[in-house]
T-cell receptor, first 111, second 112 residues
Framework: DAGVTQSPTHLIKTRGQQVTLRCSPKSGHDTVSWYQQALGQGPQFIFQYYEEEERQRGNFPDRFSGHQFPNYSSELNVNALLLGDSALYLC??????????FGPGTRLLVL | GENVEQHPSTLSVQEGDSAVIKCTYSDSASNYFPWYKQELGKRPQLIIDIRSNVGEKKDQRIAVTLNKTAKHFSLHITETQPEDSAVYFCAASRGGSYIPTFGRGTSLIVHP
């Protein structure tokens, strides 16, 4: 049983570019959440997807958008990248609305 | 919204000692409190959680206590080992719509 997977593992972009990160949830999980973890900080909630719709959103600008597919996998898109977007992006999945299982993350560096 | 404060930011102990990490939360409606361990360069992993209808929960060397009145909860690790060295995060959320708010983390260093 595969856990949560994410791709790519690392990514380097320049300011102004756009990036797409991908996540496959743990088998049997239908809800996917995305988090941004800056160095030395706890994960910050970006948004959550359930039944292919954004169900809740944290305090992030519209440059951050997402999508969930019928197989429950998800994408996080960030437009007009800023230096401050450099962080570890974590995807987490859940089935019971409580226990979250995190993926390994995508480390994004914006130059 | 919810605000979670976590202390200390760094904790250094000798192998075999106990370690205690404390968190406070602001939203009295929060009822689910997980703890995550994140080793360097790895994903956060759930190590223990507690719900608001329980005051204490143990799992081998790890225990969590919850004081709903004071709105604080703590992680206790006994007989620490070098492999316990990691960053530990507490979180709080309302059940049913799981959007946890995380603390800023505690870097635990266990010296052999």
């Amino acid at each position: 049983d595969a856990g949560v997977t994410q791709s790519p593992t690392h990514l380097i972009k320049t300011r102004g570019q756009q990036v797409t990160l991908r996540c496959s949830p743990k088998s049997g999980h239908d809800t996917v959440s995305w988090y941004q973890q800056a160095l030395g900080q706890g994960p910050q909630f970006i948004f959550q997807y359930y039944e292919e719709e954004e169900r809740q959103r944290g305090n992030f600008p519209d440059r951050f958008s997402g999508h969930q597919f019928p197989n429950y996998s998800s994408e996080l898109n960030v437009n007009a990248l800023l230096l401050g977007d450099s962080a570890l992006y974590l995807c987490a999945s859940t089935q019971d609305q409580e226990t979250q299982y995190f993926g390994p993350g995508t480390r994004l560096l914006v130059l | 919204g919810e605000n979670v404060e976590q202390h200390p930011s760094t904790l250094s102990v000798q192998e075999g000692d106990s370690a205690v990490i404390k968190c406070t939360y602001s939203d009295s409606a929060s009822n689910y409190f997980p703890w995550y361990k994140q080793e360097l360069g790895k994903r956060p992993q759930l190590i223990i959680d507690i719900r608001s209808n329980v005051g204490e929960k143990k799992d081998q060397r790890i225990a969590v206590t919850l004081n709903k009145t004071a709105k604080h909860f703590s992680l206790h690790i006994t007989e620490t080992q070098p492999e316990d060295s990691a960053v530990y995060f507490c979180a709080a959320s309302r059940g049913g719509s799981y959007i946890p708010t995380f603390g800023r983390g505690t870097s635990l260093i266990v010296h052999p």
